[in-house]
Structures are given as structure tokens and as C-alpha cells.
């Protein structure tokens, strides 16, 4: 009678599919592999959706994080990432490996190019992840941007500007009010809103 047992089951089946490409996507060098966000992004520029392309993109993700910060994600962690992706809520418990989960979703979103923001509860923790999991993007070809208090306007476009860009929640819903005060479109800091995962929802 769980309402969300029909999503989980299909959420199960595609990372299956994830994790039967894990042989293949093995075999790729680093520089293959890195290549892969270029060949993404044209995929999309060519009409193709980031469903479409969700299985090889969390696949690619996960492989990276192997390689650059020595965890790959389970199963359970890519059902998550598959349910962040549809926007929905994922329930993890603390030492689930929530971070880890949310970097394929936000690689798969930041390949639009159209932004990513993942919002956390606190500086220290927007800190400490857009340090650690900036190293798995950056190292697949994708920009971070860390957004904190006291930052100038030039500093916040900047870090919006980004693929993917941390922050806490009060620091981006007080950006998103500024924005709304602004005499000229070019004083805002925040790109058009598009995809964000939030932390301890």
C-alpha cells in the first residue's frame, strides 16, 4: 500500500541498468572517461534528454567518484540519486552517504549547463562538500561555485554561475529577495532557477 513503491520499483530497474554498465565503463581511461561530459553535452545539444541519458551519465559518475575520491556508490545510494533526479525526496539516514548520492543527480543536471544548486543546512558543511565533491566535477570537466555571506554581487554571479554551485539555505533565499529588489536585471546574482537538490529536506 506504500504510494511510493511503484516509483522505487521502477528506480530499482534503472540502477540496475547503472550498475551493468559498471564492466564497460571501467575499461575507459581516465581521459576517455573525463571525455565523456563533452559527448554528454553534445548529446544534449543534438535533442537528446537528461533521462535519456541517465543511466550512462550515473555510470560515468560513479566510476569517477571510484577514481577520485575512492567510494562508489551502492545501489541503494544510485536509487537515491535516480529519485533526487525525478524530484522527489530521498530518506537517508545520517552515515547513508547522502553527499555521495546527491553527486550523480548533479552531474547528470549539470550537464545542461543551466545550473545546479545544492543547498545545505550550513557554511561549514557548503564549505566542506563543495571542497571534497568539487574534485569528482571539476575533475569531469564541470565548474563549482561556493556561495557564502559577504560575498560581493561580482563574487555571487560568479559562484551562480557555475555548474554546480553549493550554498546554505538562508544565503540563497536572501539572494533570491535581493534579486527581486534590483533597479536592472544585470544587478542580479541568481541565473533563472532550474535544479536543486536541498539537504536535510
Known amino acids: 500500500f506504500d504510494p511510493g513503491a511503484k516509483e522505487l ?3 530499482e530497474k534503472i540502477a540496475d541498468e547503472v550498475i551493468a554498465l559498471e564492466p564497460q565503463i571501467a575499461q575507459l581511461t581516465d581521459e576517455q572517461l573525463q571525455h565523456k561530459t563533452l559527448e554528454f553535452k553534445e548529446r544534449i545539444e543534438k535533442g537528446e534528454t537528461l533521462d535519456d541519458l541517465l543511466v550512462e551519465a550515473f555510470a560515468v559518475a560513479r566510476e569517477a567518484s571510484h577514481r577520485v575520491l575512492g567510494m562508489k556508490p551502492y545501489r541503494v545510494q544510485i536509487i537515491g540519486g535516480i529519485v533526487l ?3 522527489n525526496i ?23 549547463g543551466k545550473g545546479v ?4 543546512v550550513n557554511e561549514y558543511l557548503a564549505s566542506r562538500d563543495a571542497k571534497e565533491m568539487g574534485e569528482l566535477y571539476q575533475w569531469l570537466g564541470l565548474t563549482v561555485g561556493l556561495n557564502l555571506n559577504g560575498l560581493t554581487s561580482e563574487q555571487k554571479q560568479e559562484a551562480y554561475g557555475c555548474d554546480i554551485t553549493y550554498s546554505t539555505n538562508n544565503e540563497m533565499g536572501f539572494d533570491y529577495l535581493r534579486d527581486h529588489m534590483v533597479l536592472y536585471a544585470k544587478q542580479m546574482v541568481q541565473r533563472p532557477l532550474n535544479y536543486a537538490i536541498v539537504d536535510e529536506v
Do not use: D
Request: aromatic fraction near 4%; avoid cysteine.
Open 9 to 11: 520499483k521502477k528506480a
Open 85 to 87: 533526479h525525478g524530484g
Open 90 to 112: 530521498a530518506e537517508m539516514r545520517t552515515g547513508e552517504g547522502k553527499t555521495l548520492t546527491s553527486t550523480m543527480p548533479a552531474y547528470l543536471n549539470g550537464l545542461s
Open 117 to 120: 544548486h545544492i543547498i545545505t
